[in-house]
């Protein structure tokens, strides 16, 4: 089946600049939903991504899907600690739904 | 809070036994999903439920079987439990049926298996 591949896997950042985690497919990408899991959390929604090459932007992030709809990308600017966690993107159609593995970040102070 | 709970919070049983996992969605859902997280496997899907009908499958064992409540809530039933199965057990709501729909995930059952 079709996977959904993150990366990087580890993201450490030094508060204050900004850094970028990226989800790709081989194949279409069908919808594209955002996760955030904080350390002992449970994943909680962030965006979703429908049409080829949408921006959408939430304060300090910025989540993108590509023109081709085969890979979708968070941007985060000015990294502070409460963005520590593991961002997940998540695939999905009416019938099938794939997580990646994940970019867990963790932020120098 | 997202609204959906789940209970036990925690579960220590033996290998060869038989669990069950419990949901109750946010008032309103219709929709309940359930996901193993493991350190090596990351979140996986195993199944959805709509509305008391079964939606959609994913990598969920044949000795794992769910089903949803005319209350709309649901149950995981795991059974012959291996050392494996260890694992966070998440289930996740949402108002619609199509698995795009934003999901609120409750906080998780904590299965040991030893």
């Known amino acids: 089946g079709q996977q959904v591949m993150q990366i990087p896997q580890y993201q450490h950042v030094q508060e204050g600049e900004d850094f970028t985690t990226y989800c790709n497919s081989s194949?279409?990408?069908?919808?594209i939903q955002w996760y955030k899991q904080r350390p002992g959390g449970h994943p909680v929604f962030l965006i979703q991504?429908?049409?080829?090459?949408e921006v959408k932007k939430q304060k300090r992030l910025t989540f993108q899907f590509g023109e081709a709809k085969k890979n979708s990308s968070l941007h985060i600017t000015a990294t502070q600690t409460t963005d520590v966690g593991t961002y997940f993107c998540?695939?999905?159609?009416?019938?099938?739904?794939?997580f990646g593995a994940g970019t867990t970040v963790t932020v120098r102070a | 809070d997202s609204g959906v709970t789940q209970t036990p919070k925690h579960l220590i049983t033996a290998t060869g036994q038989r669990v069950t996992l419990r949901c109750s969605p946010r008032?309103?859902?219709?929709?309940v999903y359930w996901y193993q997280q493991s350190l090596d496997q990351g979140l996986q899907f195993l199944i959805q439920?709509?509305?008391?009908?079964?939606?959609a499958k994913g990598n969920i064992l044949e000795r794992f079987s769910a089903q949803q409540f005319p209350d709309l809530h649901s149950e995981l039933n795991l059974s012959s439990l291996e050392l494996g199965d260890s694992a966070l057990y998440f289930c996740?709501?949402?108002?619609?049926?199509?698995?795009?729909?934003?999901?609120?995930f409750g906080p998780g059952t904590r299965l040991t298996v030893l």
């Open positions: 008032s309103g859902d219709l929709s």
């Open positions: 194949t279409t990408l069908s919808n």
């Open positions: 439920y709509y509305n008391g009908e079964e939606r």
């Open positions: 996740a709501s949402s108002v619609g049926g199509r698995g795009y729909n934003e999901q609120f």
């Open positions: 991504l429908v049409k080829s090459g």
């Open positions: 998540q695939d999905s159609n009416d019938y099938k739904l794939s």
